[in-house]
């Protein structure tokens, strides 16, 4: 850092450059505080990035921030690093931009400054360790069920039609399966609500087990003992072993708690984008009557 010497009574003062003094002060906060855009109205209400480096917004799906709203551009805005500041640019989106309400092309961020795209309104934040460790906690809690470990309805929503987005582009296909627990009814009139709910839990872990061998599956649980699984680059033979396979991991083991066996049988209805939807309204209607051909049928089977 440069600097010049002052004589005095008392002694040497040495006046730093005001411009190496701001770069400085900017590698200091760079280090100990994290810039951070959260999603704080709009589909994606709750997403977060850190901010590292120059970032995309946009529906694309390798934008940096990858957004489900429609009224978004497919590359819509950058968050650019410009050393001693981070700013956003409009990259010609068809709706524009909005910075702190005002029509914009680009602009200086500051914290608390709100950048809206579409409808989809995002805060600009500077983070240190506890807001940081506050903001994963606040994620986990809006993306994941409790009971299961799953993901929840909306994010396992937005996280498809992401992947429908990318398999549309690169001609692949995209695998939904729905599936239904045969038998909790009976364990929940013979042993209660609590025992229902243990095995609820555990066929959500189990199907999580199952799945971490399949590059980019997802999972959620939505209503009592229903869980979605979408896996890209499945065919309907893939889908169908994977669904055999799922079928088999929660039901040929029983679910003991305190001293009770504990068993059900699950219901898989199975269907294949594009081969019998091209959107995910249509793939979730086709695999969900599917699973109730499967209950029609008897139960603890998978239906294509």
Request: charge should be negative.
């Amino acid at each position: 850092m440069s600097s010049r010497a002052a004589s005095g009574p008392g002694g040497t003062v040495r006046l730093e450059d005001p411009t190496d003094f701001r770069a400085e002060v900017a590698r200091a906060i760079k280090t100990r505080l994290a810039p951070v855009l959260v999603v704080i109205a709009g589909p994606d209400l709750g997403t977060s990035r850190r901010l590292d480096r120059t970032l995309t917004i946009g529906r694309a799906p390798d934008a940096g921030l990858s957004l489900a709203d429609t009224s978004v551009s497919y590359m819509h805005a950058r968050i650019e690093d410009r050393g001693d500041a981070w700013a956003v640019v409009d990259l010609g989106s068809t709706n524009g931009m909005r910075v702190d309400d005002l029509p914009c092309r680009e602009a200086v961020l500051r914290p608390a400054t709100k950048i809206q795209v579409g409808t989809t309104v995002l805060r600009f934040e500077v983070q240190d360790e506890d807001d940081q460790a506050y903001d994963e906690m606040l994620q986990r809690l809006i993306s994941i069920d409790d009971l299961s470990g799953l993901f929840v309805r909306r994010r396992f929503d937005r996280e498809l039609a992401q992947m429908i987005t990318a398999g549309r582009q690169a001609s692949e296909r995209v695998a939904l399966l729905v599936m239904d627990l045969d038998g909790i009814k009976r364990i929940n009139d013979t042993h209660g609500h609590l025992f229902g709910a243990h095995v609820i839990g555990e066929a959500g872990r189990r199907i999580a087990r199952a799945l971490a061998g399949q590059v980019g599956a997802i999972a959620c649980r939505f209503g009592g003992d229903e869980y979605l699984v979408a896996a890209p680059r499945l065919d309907t033979e893939g889908a169908r072993a994977l669904a055999e396979q799922l079928r088999s991991v929660i039901a040929d083991e029983a679910y003991p708690k305190d001293d009770v066996e504990l068993r059900v049988g699950v219901s898989i209805g199975l269907a294949v984008f594009p081969d019998e939807a091209a959107d995910t309204q249509r793939l979730f209607q086709h695999a969900d009557e599917a699973m109730y051909r499967a209950k029609q049928s008897g139960k603890n089977r998978v239906s294509r």
